[in-house]
């Protein structure tokens, strides 16, 4: 019997909805449950794909090829369990499969409206590509009292209906400001907020408080009274110094026992959190450090990075020490020497992106980094630039450039027009749509023998999840090598290039795809690993 459980926030929004939800996974799953983690999202885009991410933060991309929100990172890193297309969903493509249905003709004679057609779209998402799952947790993007998410909460209320208290649940997550003026905290902001779900018709059966302090048992008792909950069940969530101590927190606040009881199920037993344990010990007790550039045009938003800054933690838990991450935006390099900024990094770090912007100033560091011999890591564009940087300063291209910033002579990085998915040539061109067209989603590389990387994943072929339009330009693959590139990884085809590297450098290596999508805490990607301990070499050189 498949259970769902609907996470809600209320009073502002950036509480950390996604963190909680992965959190409550990772306790049931230790519990030994099956979980699986979906997200709602309120806005009309058809995915986030579009979007900028200094707006909305990073694009996690699923090994189907779902361009989807930042959260199903979370979801996949605290639970091991791979995202899917079926765990994201916005407005936008609930909109549009309704209006497909109505130009097809399905509702033939009816006025299709929110209510029943767009909500039963919802309900049917929700329920789909379920199969012995024993809980389904269901974050509902946005705050409580937005216009946009009002068919997603009615939804979930008729659903609530449906299903019956045995199989649903509702958790609610709001603010408990302490105002330190009047020395207290307030539980105002959470009572409206549970009074505007109630106005909805869902009534919370799990307060989720967040809080900078612990919550007086006073505090605790009004908020039960107010909100129509047990005391047990007004879970403090107060801020922690590591992620990786949340469900740890919630567990000794009893989060899952609340949970299970709400479903009639055992609770005798203890859930194995030592995994947890032995990873906030190795974060709180580093024997070491290094400090890490990354040379990004988002910088200014962390979220836009989310994957990459935990993937280059999971190698520093790999290593036992504390990565520090230097966030430098790549346009400085265009106005100021790159050295002063660089010359005290153990590694440097060029992740993925787009357009011309700072494009310049990510060459540069990559030109610091072979000439300097500093340990590099380009992920897609950052492996793009690397190549541009070669065969301009090595192999002697003039005006070498990517033509993702306009017609160029030498196009080193080109569009994509061609490829194969499976069985099936993928075409595109010039004109085409722009959303959903990358080349998206898990495709094999094989590896070359003998090299860096080779040793490195210590297999020959692997698989990796992409989301590029663009790519190093295989006929300029011979001057590179004769710059002292090596392509040590490419598509099964042979025709894209997925890895290059210096072997004459201390750690050079610049990918395709997008491996921070598919590191963990509890099994670190080869790549981060290998590149922090790199840093490692290098801090000691310094
Ligand atoms: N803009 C580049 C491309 O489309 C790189 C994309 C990325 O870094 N994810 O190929």
């Excluded at 946009?148 to 199989?167: C, D, K, T, V, Y």
């Excluded at 505007?196 to 048992?217: K, N, S, T, Y």
Aim: with cysteine; glycine share 10%.
């Amino acid at each position: 019997m498949t259970r769902f459980v609907f996470i809600t926030g209320g009073v502002v929004s950036s509480l950390g909805k996604g963190l909680t939800s992965a959190a409550l996974g990772a306790l049931l799953q230790a519990r030994g449950y099956k979980v699986r983690l979906r997200k709602l999202d309120p806005y009309l885009n058809v995915d986030p794909g579009t979007m900028s991410p200094t707006q909305h933060g990073e694009v996690f991309v699923t090994d189907d090829g779902a361009e989807t929100d930042l959260d199903l990172g979370h979801y996949e890193r605290f639970t091991g369990v791979s995202a899917r297309q079926s765990d994201n969903v916005t407005t936008g493509r609930i909109y549009s499969t309704v209006i497909a249905k109505e130009r097809r003709g399905d509702y033939l004679g009816g006025t299709v409206q929110v209510i029943p057609h767009v909500t039963d779209e919802i309900k049917e998402f929700v329920q789909s590509d379920v199969t012995d799952e024993d809980f389904v947790l269901v974050e509902i993007g946005g705050t409580v009292g937005d216009i946009e998410s009002l068919p997603f909460l009615e939804a979930i209320r008729q659903l609530g209906n449906e299903l019956g208290n045995e199989r649903s649940m509702f958790i609610h997550l709001t603010l408990v400001p302490f105002i330190s003026a009047a020395g207290e905290l307030k539980t105002k902001p959470t009572q409206h907020s549970v009074k505007e779900l109630l106005g909805l018709g869902i009534q919370p059966d799990v307060l989720m408080c967040r809080m900078e302090r612990p919550l007086p048992a006073s505090d605790r008792k009004k908020i039960a009274l107010f909100c129509n909950v047990r005391p047990e069940a007004v879970i403090p969530a107060i801020d922690v110094d590591t992620i990786y101590q949340v469900p740890i927190g919630y567990h000794e606040e009893g989060l899952d026992v609340q949970v299970c009881k709400h479903f009639a199920l055992p609770t005798d037993k203890e859930p194995d959190l030592s995994r947890w344990h032995n990873i906030v010990k190795r974060v709180r007790e580093p024997e070491g450090e290094v400090t890490i550039a990354v040379v990004g045009k988002y910088v200014q938003l962390k979220d836009a990075y989310k994957s990459l800054s935990e993937a280059l933690a999971h190698g520093g838990i790999a290593n036992n020490v504390r990565v520090n991450l230097d966030w430098i935006d790549s346009e400085i390099f265009e106005r100021e020497d790159a050295v002063k900024h660089l010359e005290h990094v153990h590694g440097i770090l060029v992740p993925g992106g787009f357009g011309e912007r700072g494009a310049e100033g990510k060459i540069q560091a990559a030109k610091f980094a072979r000439e300097r011999n500093v340990p590099y890591f380009g992920i897609c564009f950052g492996m793009q630039m690397a190549c541009i940087e070669a065969a301009r300063n090595v192999a002697g291209v003039v005006g070498a450039n990517s033509s993702e910033f306009g017609p160029t002579k030498n196009p080193i990085v080109g569009l994509m027009t061609e490829w194969i998915k499976g069985n099936e040539v993928q075409k595109r061109s010039e004109t085409g749509d722009l959303g959903g067209t990358m080349r998206l989603g898990a495709y094999p590389c094989v590896l070359k023998a003998g090299t860096k990387v080779a040793a490195i994943y210590g297999q020959p072929s692997i698989s990796e999840r992409h989301r590029h339009r663009y790519e190093v330009n295989i006929n300029y693959k011979p001057q590179l090598e004769k710059a002292g590139m090596v392509f040590s990884g490419m598509s099964p085809d042979g025709v894209l290039p997925e890895i290059i590297e210096y072997p004459d450098h201390a750690w050079f290596v610049g990918v395709q795809f997008h491996p921070e999508l598919k590191s963990k805490p509890f099994a670190p990607h080869p790549l981060f690993q290998s590149f922090v301990e790199a840093a490692l070499v290098q801090s000691r050189l310094v």
